[in-house]
């Protein structure tokens, strides 16, 4: 009998880890494996060789205990239990995290990079735009949403990834058909809790377009779990159809150089997958470093003056840009964003803040060329009045916070005025600032 | 040609269970020397085979201990070896070496049409 450590126990604790059977099967297959390998080594002590070289022999001639492994859970394959679904769906949360993340980033850095401002609305985690955008390119943050906006060929990256490579490879390995695909999309959906909060408050806030494509998204991913599913399975049964032959003619004495093509094409189907993933890994490693330094370089040059942005602007617009002359105690000019070069209509938007975080929005758009003002949330209460003699739509609605929001829309002499704050200010303090910037051609 | 090769195992293992009930060790011996080595394979590769015949109802696994096994040569009834599991062809796994033989048969059939009035492969051939 073979000793506590001996080759034929080796391989078979090898087989045994991969042998994702259930329990009854696993015994019954290792009593016949342990029968067969006994067997052989018998054979070869018979043939003169000592114990340990016999056994030796007999485990090389059996073949890798991976393949074999490999073969015998396509037959026996395991019940998808709780347990093992539970884990799934565990796994299906921590990559899509992780994946979400790691793709996201790179494109985030890019479309900021192309458009030279920072993307979307950070919270403000550090002032370090390599760490805001890194925020930003989480499941906690919109920046995947801001990618689909922007360029919805680029999202079709992560989407493909998260959706059709990840469960593809699972059932490759895993040869489980549809279930490790259940799991893993599940897994996705359970991993963003905060997608239904996240409908809400962009619907409220950001109008119904925008709360539609969110909603759009959301819906995206809870049916997608059906093609995560298709992936899996179709991972299970590329496996299976290439499993190599088990029979080969033995080539004549003057071609039997152990093959380096035979050897090869045998562990191609294991050294495939595991090297292709690998480089996936090192590829986007390399692509979130690059972007990390791209973002920290982008954030160290030198940042334009506010007059210099100012200046931008205004020469990218056909209309002059008006200041309120009269703003909230300790509330200034902090921020100019330019309209791009090509832009139509052309926007200026500019941002007044406060010491405690309070913060005034004004945006002045070519109306003409724009067409239409802007309408109100459905959900704010809309009241009309007048700015500076010109009319006027008041928008009244709750923020998430429960503060009350204000903001204003008019139009005069040509040009949309939109003025919004964060809650920070009552309607009062709104209509004078409204009714201090200079409005019409009069007033230019 | 890999196609051909895995196709015909299943078929050999078939037919070498028809002649008799069988185990892994055994079939694989049988294998060798019926091909007078040509057929060379790793022993392993034999039982996922078995198995899934098994599965398909194909063949039928039982344990029987090495003594008492089927056709086992001095064969003691008292003195009881170690178990080994054996496989015999069931009615559909009759049927299906049948269905296999008979494609085979037409396959190769066909190739030695197609090759067998050919002469010898020792020029470059017509062009």
Known sequence: MSGPSSPIDTYLAQLEQRLDTDEQSREQILAELRSHLEEAAAREEARGADRADAEARAVAAFGGAGEIASGLNAVHPARWDALRFARGVAWGVVASWFLWTLITYPLVVYLTLQQGHLVGNPPGVAADPALELLFYATPMAFGAFWVLATDPLLWLVPFLLLYAAIPFAWGLRSRRGWRPGLAYGLGVVVGFPWMLPAVVTHWSLGGPSWGTQVLVTVLAIWLLVPFAMLASWLGSHVRLARRPASAAIRRPASQSNPSLRLALSRSLPTILPRALAIAGALALIALGVWSWTAAEAWGARPQPTLVERLATAQSRLAFPIRLPATLPDGVHLTGVEPPPADCSPCSVSLVFQGAHGEELNLAETDFIAAGVPTHSPPNYGVSQGGVTGYHAVWWLGETVTTEQQVNLDWTAGGIAYFLGSNGAFSADELKQVAASIPTGPAGA | ?127
């Open chain 2, 1 to 127: 040609v890999r196609e051909f090769k895995k196709g015909s195992l299943g078929m050999l293992v078939l037919h070498l269970l028809y002649e008799r009930p069988s185990y892994g060790y055994e079939l694989c011996e049988r294998l060798r020397e019926r091909s007078a080595g040509t057929l060379s394979f790793e022993d392993g590769a034999v039982y996922p085979l078995l198995h899934t015949l098994e599965r398909a109802g194909l063949a039928e696994g039982y344990w029987e201990s090495a003594a008492d096994g089927p056709d086992e040569p001095g064969g003691d009834a008292a003195r009881k070896g170690p178990r080994r599991r054996y496989y015999r062809l069931t009615s559909k796994g009759v049927q299906a070496l049948r269905a296999a033989v008979e494609e085979w048969s037409a396959f190769s059939s066909a190739v030695e049409r197609v090759i067998g009035d050919q002469p010898a492969l020792d020029g470059e051939g017509r062009r």
